[in-house]
């Protein structure tokens, strides 16, 4: 079955006692029991509910998974994969990374005696030389968040197997449509559902998908232990933005690539960050492991002057200033005082996140609205 396909058929059947062919949205707490302990597949809708196993079938279809499970956000599937740690292990995560990942890694797990690192995953060839015999879990975002930066998954899996460490990407910014990790030889997916999957900002949930049954199972008892699920109003609304996700994407990389290539050649930009430019540093691994490159662009003005930032950001009568990302509408972001201010300021430098650095999230609407905005902006 071809990926839009799936899109809208994997996973969910038309309604048993109407026909409907939308999934129910079933709202309800508990499930009646025809004798104790006897029951029709649902006991709690805690532990299961209809209209998240439907989303749950569905997302895993779209990663070629055989095991999805959807959470309350991207950062409690997060949390769930920290929770298969014990006090001691160590998590190797790349040095460009969402801040509330950092935030949830240094913050919270740190303090329960999990140890991580950040390092550079751009020549996964050296990822190798930071393992250590503590060392349990690799954490991959790419592209990374807000940089842009590619890292080769399939090269970082295959020195993971080598040294028995399991691999978990975060895939938000690809989406399944233009990459599925799991295939490359990660062990784990994540998601914010929250961006591209549900893709009209009227959602907050996390996924994680996977074809390792013992994870699966570990995982989903998680899931239900900690509570941190989904309600089946967002899991209807995510299956009906699924529906979509491939003509999203497709508008979303056409006018991610119009955008970048404007930035590219405007006299006041000096850097742009999109994997799909050809003197990205590592275009041609964006070009084997995904199948575009996506609506995501950073930039920087010339002089990195804050305050030309700021008077740019503010000026935008298209693309709205606000945090997240992945949906209909252009959104333009500030890491360093939005989505990447609880890293401090010298790790965002050390990564090379500068103050000055400006992310969009490219929408679907008319091009040529967008990019008269930009010279609107900029000036």
């Known amino acids: 079955m071809k990926f839009g396909t799936k899109a809208i058929h994997a996973g969910v059947q038309p309604d048993p006692t109407t026909g409907a062919i939308m999934t129910p949205i079933y709202q309800t707490s508990t499930y009646v029991q025809s004798s104790p302990g006897v029951h029709k597949g649902y006991e709690y809708s805690r532990t299961q509910n209809p209209t998240r ?79 250590t015999p503590a060392t349990r879990l690799i954490w991959v975002e790419t592209p990374t968040n807000p940089l842009l930066n590619i890292i080769d998954i399939a090269a970082v899996a295959q020195i993971a197997r080598r040294q028995r460490v399991q691999v978990a990407v975060d895939n938000t910014f690809a989406s399944p449509y233009l990459q599925n990790p799991l295939d490359l030889g990660a062990d784990l997916v994540m998601h914010s559902v929250t961006k591209y999957l549900g893709g009209h900002s009227d959602v907050v949930m996390g996924a994680l998908a996977t074809n390792d049954a013992t994870l699966a199972q570990r995982l989903a008892f998680i899931q239900n232990a900690s509570g941190a699920v989904a309600g089946p109003q967002d899991c209807f609304l995510v299956l009906r933005g699924i529906k979509t996700l491939h003509i999203r994407m497709q508008r979303h990389c056409e006018n991610g690539r119009a955008v970048a290539h404007f930035l590219a050649n405007h006299p006041k930009v000096s850097k742009v960050y999109w994997p799909g430019l050809e003197d990205h540093r590592n275009h041609q691994i964006a070009r084997q492991q995904m199948r575009d490159f ?84 900029i000036g």
């Open 53 to 131: 196993d439907a989303l749950q079938k569905n997302f895993a279809a779209l990663e070629n998974a055989q095991h999805g499970l959807v959470y309350g956000s991207g950062l409690a599937a997060t949390d769930a994969v920290m929770k298969l740690l014990k006090p001691g292990d160590e998590v190797i995560a790349s040095n460009d990374l969402y801040g509330g990942t950092y935030r949830i890694f240094t913050k919270i797990y740190q303090n329960f005696g999990l140890k991580f690192r950040f390092v550079s995953f751009d020549d996964a060839s050296t990822l190798e030389t930071h393992i």
């Open 294 to 377: 996506g609506g995501m662009v950073s930039f920087t003005l010339k002089g990195d002057d804050m305050e030309e930032a700021r008077r740019l950001m503010e000026s935008f009568q298209v693309f709205s200033l606000g945090e997240s990302l992945g949906g209909v509408e252009s959104l333009c972001t500030h890491p360093a005082t939005m989505t990447h201010a609880s890293i401090p300021k010298e790790e965002r430098e050390k990564a090379g996140l500068k103050d000055t650095l400006i992310r969009l999230s490219v929408g679907i609407e008319d091009i040529e609205d967008l990019l008269d905005d930009l010279k609107q902006a």
